[in-house]
């Protein structure tokens, strides 16, 4: 990616994953989606992918050199995940907690 933007002015870039979740065959499919804004930069790090050349905004350092966990923190997958989350715990509410325990619900779906 670097070497396709190097010479262009703007490197923004915004990280997007998606996580899709449905009960079953014939149920609705429910899309859940993070977004991460951040700058194309210079490869740093050892990685060969996008994440040693993308420098999350408000952040020194390419996804490659952080922290296993300051990068799940700020990962667009991690703001996808906590979507799908709220919604499981709204939708089965009555059998899980909200304190981030792990708990199954009478079909048996882990939240």
């Known amino acids: 990616m670097w070497r396709i933007l190097k010479d262009y002015e703007d490197k ?32 740093r790090g ?3 992918t996008w994440t040693s050349c993308f ?6 350092q390419v ?3 952080m922290e296993l966990s ?14 799908l989350k ?6 089965y509410s009555g059998n899980s907690k909200v304190n981030g325990s792990s708990t199954q619900n009478g079909n048996g779906l882990s939240v």
Do not use: C
Request: aromatic share 10%.
């Open 12 to 43: 923004s870039a915004t990280a997007i994953s998606k996580i899709a979740f449905s009960e079953g065959v014939d149920q609705p499919v429910h899309v859940f989606e993070g977004h991460l804004k951040g700058t194309i930069v210079e490869p």
């Open 46 to 48: 050892s990685g060969f």
């Open 55 to 60: 420098q999350p905004d408000g952040q020194t």
């Open 63 to 65: 996804f490659d050199e």
């Open 70 to 83: 300051l990068k799940n923190t700020l990962s667009e997958r991690s703001f996808a995940v906590k979507k």
């Open 86 to 91: 709220a919604f499981l715990l709204e939708k």
